[in-house]
């Protein structure tokens, strides 16, 4: 006995020490299926009713891209929380909001990151503003069983692209198509009340401070009309949700900065209750 301990096999699997694909949702499908959110089904009989977020809106702005979120998560006639966070930062330079059903859209969200993440350690360098569009894409088209089902997660997705140096907003369906997005988009519940108000507001070119006082603007509207989108709750001091992404990378606006925001237009609106600032 020489008194070394005897060398240990590597707890690893083989397949996590082999060149393999430089998407993290691919490798997951060919080696534990089970654990990605579409790996996942209901029983056909079964019904389930899961907490739901909305509202997302984003616009351009001279610098990039904003995008904000209401702060309410829904589950029937229930308000099932009060302070959610539907906005996250996708990578260094885009962010991603979501609506539909709220515990999986964070679980895709959550991929998503590491999908990203895994990608710039496999390759060395960051995907293209569209490829990233793209594979989110095909993330969702694997969710579409359980849209079917119900279970639907409909994100926004914005970021800034290094190649043209411009803000880019997409959007996607249940089935995983994409599309790019023009100055403005929203989605969720009060999407329709939320655009409304950006076709109004919005201007090409607009600067940052008026980027996010136009987003806000757009969410308290939906909120006027559509009861599963929160507006700004002033007595328990919960704010939307609010991302820049321009050259600098991601950035989230303080709560010191939207109260100042979401106090001005509650004031401007006490004589005028349903129009514009």
Known sequence: MSGRPEPRAHRLDDVYLSAGTSSFTDFLASYRPELLPSGRSLPPTASLEAPHGTTIVSLLHQGGVIMAGDRRATMGNLIANRDMQKVFAADGYSA??????????????????????????IE??????EGKANRLASMIRGNLGLAMQGLAVVPVYAGYDLETDSGRIYSYDVTGGCYTEGGHHSTGSGSLFARGALKKLWRPGLSEERGIEVAIE???DAADDDSAT???DLGRQIWPSVAVVDASGV???GDDILQGVVESIVAARRDNPGGAR
């Open 96 to 121: 991603v909001g979501i609506a539909g059903t709220a515990g999986l859209a964070v679980e895709l969200v959550r991929l998503y990151q590491v999908e990203l993440e895994h990608y710039e350690k």
């Open 124 to 129: 060395g360098m960051i995907m293209s503003l």
């Open 218 to 220: 757009a969410l308290y």
């Open 230 to 232: 929160g507006g700004p």
């Open 251 to 253: 950035r989230f606006i």
